[in-house]
């Protein structure tokens, strides 16, 4: 298989977008919508609103956020209506936030950044303080999702966060484990077409040893109620280790199946249970890479729920997204964006590393898990020496002795220190189905500045041709059977407008129209279209 990229730029000891450190600066809240300028033509039909959501705020007071994910969720909001856009964005007003704007200091421990007790307490207050148990973050700056007609806000733990999707006003904070069993849940859930949503957490498991559940939201009720309130646990896989879950950030699920790749980056729970108490350690403390283990695959049927007991394995990486898996004459066809080794990725991700000049951001991607998109096959119920007969792929299935089945991959696309991640395809169409295209954010030695398509395993087509721009976000729209990209991009370089949102045709990465405002626009990571018809 031939694979075509294209990459157009020039190294400079400066990154050609220069300022790309102002995505990662505090910004405000804005008190009210404002109009955006655009340039080209929106079509009409392209109608309703881009909600995303990432950090906004890096320091509270004297204290700074350390690390990519502590800064304080944020916001934002593009509506679009008859030709016309405005741009919005607010804070969740969570308990970290407000505790922290309250009491003008870090109060709530977030993912690589350590709260300590109130120094105006005396000594003996400060001491039991930090004996009163863990405080999980309910700061929700990862992604939105829909539940029945609401939307909530999530992080990674047990808390995700109601908020109006017109207003941005926050409305509720929620615990799930008031209704299931599980520790904290991705920032990934799938939803099907009626609604029904599903997401996997860990838990305890019998024994009191660690497991992996798949949990069941079930779509609006007739009757107005809560969906959330009926939710339950479908199926309960194990875990690799007893006491060390994996970090688990995205699933996959085909019609009939679901799929959960557990990989080497630990969590060691005894750590995170007695150091973070008595020592006021983070979450990034508490991570640690199984040498050994190398990656496993596990599959479990949705209707009806049941484990299966196939060990599929293969060589160790780090897995932040799935790109789409689909079923295929007896086999599941998994699609993801990987980082090879056992390292974790993460560690790269201070914002001390990303705000280096130039040269040594790409100092430290040299030193990084290099990034590479794959393609596994599964076999469900197939014997032989490659038990893969699909002729379109190269992955291998192959028995072993000891009973496990070792995985290869095909190689969709590798480029050194370039990754093709935060994949898009059609969703409502095309998610757990054979598929054909898939859009990426280009990461540049960890700075995104570019959209990639991937027509049937080919990259072929980069945006924009010469990079002069922080592109952070892609969301695919499909009205009509006509697909558009929506992504918000910052020029930190521009005298006048230095955000924008941009249109483009999705089949070729043409631009239809852009849509900019006078704010500079943070880091987003996830988020969502509410289009209206």
Not at 393 to 411: H, K
Not at 460 to 484: C, E, S
Request: glycine residues 6%; charged residues 20%; contains cysteine.
């Amino acid at each position: 298989m031939d694979v075509y990229f294209h990459f157009c730029f020039i190294f400079r000891i400066q990154h050609p977008a220069g300022g790309y450190k102002k995505i990662f600066e505090t910004c405000g809240e804005l008190n009210e919508p404002i109009p955006a300028i655009v340039v080209g033509v929106i079509p009409e039909w392209l109608s309703g609103s881009l909600l995303r959501l990432g950090p906004g705020l890096f320091e509270v007071g004297a204290e700074p956020f350390y690390h990519l994910f502590d800064g304080q969720a944020l916001m934002h909001k593009f509506d679009l209506k008859n030709g016309h856009v405005t741009y919005y964005r607010k804070f969740v007003k969570t308990d970290a936030y407000v505790r922290a704007m309250t009491e003008k200091r870090v109060v709530i421990t977030e993912f690589g950044t350590a709260a300590y007790p109130d120094p105006c307490k005396n000594i003996f207050s400060r001491f039991f303080t930090y004996f009163k148990g863990i405080e999980v973050t309910d700061n929700c700056l990862v992604n939105v999702y829909p539940v029945g007609e609401d939307f909530y806000a999530c992080t990674e733990t047990n808390y995700i966060t109601k908020v109006d999707p017109d207003t941005l006003e926050t409305l509720k904070k929620v615990d799930l484990c008031d209704y299931l069993s599980v520790n904290g849940v991705t920032a990934h859930p799938h939803i099907e077409s009626d609604g029904t949503v599903y997401n996997l957490g860990n838990c305890f498991g019998k024994n009191m040893s660690l497991a992996y559940n798949i949990v069941k939201i079930p779509s609006t009720q007739k009757d107005k109620s809560d969906p959330i309130a009926k939710s339950k646990v479908l199926v309960q896989i194990p875990s690799s280790e007893r006491f060390k879950p994996s970090y688990v950030h995205s699933f996959g699920m085909t019609e009939n199946y679901f799929v959960f790749v557990e990989t080497p980056i630990k969590i060691n729970l005894l750590k995170f249970l007695t150091a973070w108490s008595i020592w006021g350690t983070n979450y990034m403390d508490c991570f640690e890479s199984n040498e050994t283990m190398g990656t496993w695959f596990h599959l479990a049927m949705k209707d009806p729920a049941k484990y299966i007991e196939h060990k599929f394995r293969t060589s160790a990486f780090n897995l932040f997204h799935h790109i789409n898996s689909y079923e295929d004459d007896g086999f599941i066809v998994v699609d993801l964006c990987t980082w090879k080794g056992h390292e974790f990725v993460y560690n790269y991700l201070y914002l001390a590393n990303l705000r280096e000049n130039w040269e040594e951001v790409k100092k430290a991607a040299m030193r990084a898990p290099q990034p590479e998109v794959r393609r596994y096959v599964l076999p469900i119920d197939k014997q032989g020496k490659n038990l893969i007969s699909l002729p379109y792929t190269t992955a291998t299935a192959v028995m072993r002795s000891d009973g496990t089945i070792w995985l290869e991959p095909e190689v969709l696309f590798s480029g050194p220190r370039q990754a093709f991640e935060f994949p898009q395809i059609n969703y409502s169409k095309f998610s757990g189905k054979n598929y054909s295209y898939a859009y990426g954010l280009g990461l540049n030695h960890f700075i995104p500045d570019r959209v990639s398509i991937a027509r049937r395993r080919e990259l072929v087509v980069h945006y924009p041709t010469l990079i002069r721009f922080m592109i952070k976000t892609n969301l695919l729209i499909v009205i009509q059977g006509v697909r558009v990209l929506l992504s918000i991009v910052v020029n930190p370089g521009a005298d006048q407008r230095p955000g924008y949102l941009l249109i483009l045709n999705a089949r070729d990465l043409t631009e239809i129209a852009r849509a900019e405002v006078e704010v500079i626009i943070p880091v987003t990571f996830h988020g969502i279209a509410k289009t209206k018809p």
